[in-house]
């Protein structure tokens, strides 16, 4: 098991920046797993946001992001980061992490739907205010 806990959360003025953290603990997170970030609106779908690769070498966005978040990790630490800039109030939501395992398929291909994802944190709320 993995378990993952989401911090860094808040309101913030658009236009501001926010830097959200995921704690990762478990004995298998040794297992090298992949990294995603999504956020859900009020009354919307989890939609993903980007995801970053074991090694921090290969990272992937959604367009709506693109340009202006950042996903890094430090695996010393166990955790990975989004950084926000130039947030909008269309960010406004739940924002959770998520791990998924090395061998789950699409292998060497970025990750975007939560069915492949395998641990879910809490999720943190963002709210950007106009």
């Known amino acids: 098991q993995v378990q993952l806990v989401e911090s860094g959360g808040g309101l913030v003025q658009a236009g501001g920046s926010l830097r959200l953290s995921c704690a990762a603990s478990?004995?298998?997170?040794?297992?090298?797993?992949?990294m995603g970030w999504f956020r859900q609106a009020p009354g919307k779908e989890r939609v993903f946001v980007g995801a970053?690769?074991?090694?921090?070498?290969?990272?992937y966005y959604a367009d709506s992001v693109k340009g202006r978040f950042t996903i890094s990790r430090d695996n010393a630490k166990n955790t990975v980061y989004l950084q926000m800039n130039s947030l909008k109030p269309e960010d406004t939501a739940v924002y959770y992490c998520?791990?998924?395992?090395?061998?789950?398929?699409?292998?060497?291909?970025?990750?975007?739907?939560?069915?492949?994802?395998?641990?879910w944190g809490q999720g943190t709320q963002v709210t950007v205010a106009s």
């Open positions: 478990g004995r298998t997170f040794s297992r090298r797993y992949g």
């Open positions: 970053i690769s074991w090694s921090g070498g290969t990272t």
């Open positions: 998520a791990a998924s395992d090395p061998e789950r398929p699409p292998l060497g291909a970025p990750k975007t739907r939560l069915y492949e994802y395998d641990f």
